[in-house]
């Protein structure tokens, strides 16, 4: 047995201790890759309402992440913008979903880094003279802190972390390395870092010593609990069957 326990859970087990409303939740994926599909369904079956989300962007329309918005369980997104799903599009139209205020992709990720990393926050440039107009981001009860490095003015950008971290990688052992490959490497294994309660779907799960070190993209330390969820064939069934709904694959003759 390693130093770091065994972490392989229920799903119930991982994710019981999660508020029925109010939770705070990270998580990774970038649209529809590489997300926790089974911790999503496990939100959604047990209506965890009242969500604010911190995530890269949306999702993907008509499955994962998409379906908490469908389910009206979001009511805060902490992201790029709302627009890669209808669902979260829909939400916020109709004033159901907050947005305090949008981040382009590369500040957003690099503000979860500086949580994963401990850092108190980032100097970002992008954005300045767009994105602090007067009246932009009406929810913002505070303008966007501006200063000055080296003849640059750059956004004072505050680190994010969350009590909760959901995250997708290939593989975990038993003590809750995590091996990622593919897309799967996105924003994952940042927001492993950034949550003081990482649970971890994986498509398999390994001995110890199994992961190669050099493989390791999550370290045991970061991670609480492992779930088992679909094996690779099941999420390429998923992505088959909707890539076929909305007209992307042709049917096999």
């Avoid at 890759?33 to 089974?38: K, M, S, V, Y």
């Avoid at 680190?159 to 909760?164: F, G, S, Y």
């Avoid at 492992?226 to 007209?247: A, T």
Wanted: proline share 6%; glycine share 10%.
């Amino acid at each position: 047995m390693s130093k770091f326990g065994n972490k392989i859970k229920s799903m119930d087990d991982a994710l019981g201790a999660i508020p029925k409303s109010g939770a705070t939740i990270m998580m990774g994926g970038f649209v529809g890759a590489g997300e926790p599909t089974c911790c999503i369904e496990w939100l959604i079956k047990n209506q965890i309402r009242d969500i604010t989300l911190i995530t890269n962007e949306p999702g993907l329309s008509g499955f994962g992440r998409a379906m908490l918005y469908k389910n009206s369980l979001v009511k805060e997104i902490i992201s790029s913008h709302v627009g890669t799903t209808q669902e979260s599009t829909e939400e916020y139209l109709k004033g159901n979903l907050k947005v305090e205020q949008f981040y382009p992709m590369g500040t957003w990720v690099e503000k979860v880094r500086a949580g994963a990393m401990g850092l108190g926050g980032v100097l970002v440039p992008v954005g300045v003279g767009i994105l602090d107009n007067p009246g932009l981001f009406a929810e913002l009860e505070e303008e966007k802190q501006v200063i000055e490095v080296n003849g640059v003015k750059c956004f004072v950008e505050a680190a994010l972390r969350a009590p909760i971290g959901l995250v997708k990688a290939w593989r975990a052992d038993e003590s809750g390395n995590l091996e990622y490959r593919h897309t799967s490497v996105n924003c994952n294994p940042l927001v492993a870092m950034a949550c003081e309660y990482t649970v971890a779907e994986v498509e398999e799960i390994v001995p110890v010593g199994t992961i190669p070190p050099e493989r390791v993209g999550t370290p045991a330390p970061f991670v609480q609990a492992v779930v088992k969820g679909l094996s690779l064939e099941e999420h390429d069934e998923i992505y088959r069957r909707h890539w076929l709904k909305i007209g992307k694959l042709t049917p096999d003759k």
